[in-house]
């Protein structure tokens, strides 16, 4: 520590009238204690030090979130995103910039609508998993100030040729899924089309006649630029686990999506059928590696979020709907059911009719509940069941004055112990 001499010079006291004269004043001198540049760099490193610790504890937070959003399989036991996104968390943490995660899903509904899925629209299902969507980025924001983002790059376009949907069906879940975000004031969620990825379409906005109009060439510029004309999905789902996870999952919802289509009809035998199911599995994980392509290179600082099972080597896998004993369908390949605790569970529809009741929104097929007479109130009544248990009892019977009876009473506080939150509105 170096020090700094200052010299304080006599000073002379003027006389008043009637005073003693003043004695002399003795110079001091007076020694200020500056630091030296030894000082100040350990200064330096230890703000670094606590700061870059701080930025640490905040990633791990973070990490620690996605954990617990994400299902790993393949028996690892640690979480594999902590060694493969760390490094680009603490990279936005770092320059305190909200954290941008990307994930490619709501491709449209399976067109099978017979015993799989209830209708063409976004339903219960896709609102749980949006209402998901929201809860990790909320969680991230109480661990992050800057929060997060959830960019759901739709993929429907990239393969409705090969699973069916029509481009009216595709158009419309589109539509309908931005309204349900802007609804519930989701600014978190964001959406990307894939003629947007590309450049074909720059404005957020886009009419449904151009829409159309760009499905086709869509495709096709995207295998162009970003399909491997030497991939080969044979060896790849033979060696590499997660394109067989992929591989699997996708022959196996083709079987149901394509059993009453035009696709199964025209099989002339049921060999043929297979390779067909299995022919088109393929081509939808070549087209699905030319799509993350595309992803990578417009989001490469993006964290890498995916609806399918993996290693966790190269994405985060989150179930879209958790399940007790399996990773859960999406939301576009089957049915919710809600049971008398609360709790959803992904099913095919075929399977809910007959131990369920459905349940319409606005005319239209939304969800099963369990056939319990505990749904059976003597007031007009509609349930809304909540993401993350409870739910809503709302008056619909015209009347806000109109009093629950003994038996109504009943059922709310039995539902009350089995569900949590029970929150009466319009009486």
Request: proline fraction near 5%.
């Amino acid at each position: 520590m170096s020090q700094t001499l200052v010299s304080t010079a006599p000073v002379q006291v003027g006389l008043q009238p009637f005073s003693r004269p003043s004695l002399p004043v003795e110079e001091h001198t007076v020694r200020i204690p500056q630091p030296s540049s030894n000082d100040l760099i350990k200064a330096a490193l230890n703000e670094g030090i606590k700061k870059g610790q701080q930025i640490d504890e905040t990633v791990a937070a973070i990490m620690d979130i996605l954990e617990t959003f994400s299902l790993q399989q393949y028996g690892n036991d640690v979480f594999m995103g902590r060694q493969v996104f760390g490094p680009k968390i603490h990279l936005h943490v770092s320059e305190h910039r909200k954290l941008p995660m990307v994930l490619p899903a709501f491709p449209a509904k399976s067109i099978n609508t017979q015993d799989k899925v209830l209708g063409t629209s976004p339903d219960l299902g896709e609102e749980l998993a949006l209402d998901r969507l929201n809860d990790l980025c909320t969680r991230i924001s109480r661990v992050y100030e800057p929060g997060a983002m959830v960019l759901i790059a739709t993929d429907g376009a990239c393969y409705n040729d090969l699973t069916g949907v029509t481009e009216d069906s595709l158009w419309e879940y589109g539509v309908t899924l931005r309204k349900m975000v802007a609804e519930k004031g989701y600014d978190c969620i964001k959406f990307v089309r894939i003629m947007n990825l590309l450049g074909l379409h720059t404005d957020e906005q886009i009419s449904k006649e151009d829409f159309v109009h760009l499905l086709e060439p869509s495709r096709r510029i995207m295998m162009t630029r970003y399909g491997d004309s030497e991939f080969d999905a044979n060896w790849y789902i033979q060696n590499d686990p997660d394109y067989k996870s992929t591989y699997d999952g996708y022959s196996k919802f083709l079987k149901k999506d394509l059993a009453f289509s035009p696709f199964k009809q025209n099989a002339a035998s049921g060999k043929k059928w297979k390779a067909l199911v299995h022919n088109t599995a393929k081509a939808m994980i070549a087209r699905g590696v030319a799509f993350a392509a595309l992803i990578r290179e417009r989001y490469p600082d993006y964290v890498r979020l995916s609806i399918h099972p993996s290693t966790g080597l190269t994405k985060i896998s989150m179930p879209m709907i958790p399940q007790p004993d399996s990773f859960s369908m999406t939301p576009w390949h089957c049915a919710v059911a809600v049971d008398v605790n609360g709790n959803f569970k992904t099913a095919h529809a075929g399977v809910l009719r007959e131990t369920h009741d459905l349940v319409l929104k606005d005319g239209v097929p939304y969800c099963f509940r369990e056939r319990f007479p505990l749904y059976s109130w003597d007031a007009k009544v509609e349930f809304t069941h909540l993401y993350g248990g409870g739910m809503i009892v709302r008056n619909i019977g015209g009347n806000s004055n109109n009093s629950l009876s003994d038996a109504d009473q009943e059922k709310l506080a039995t539902l009350e112990s089995l569900q949590g939150n029970v929150t009466l509105e319009g009486f």
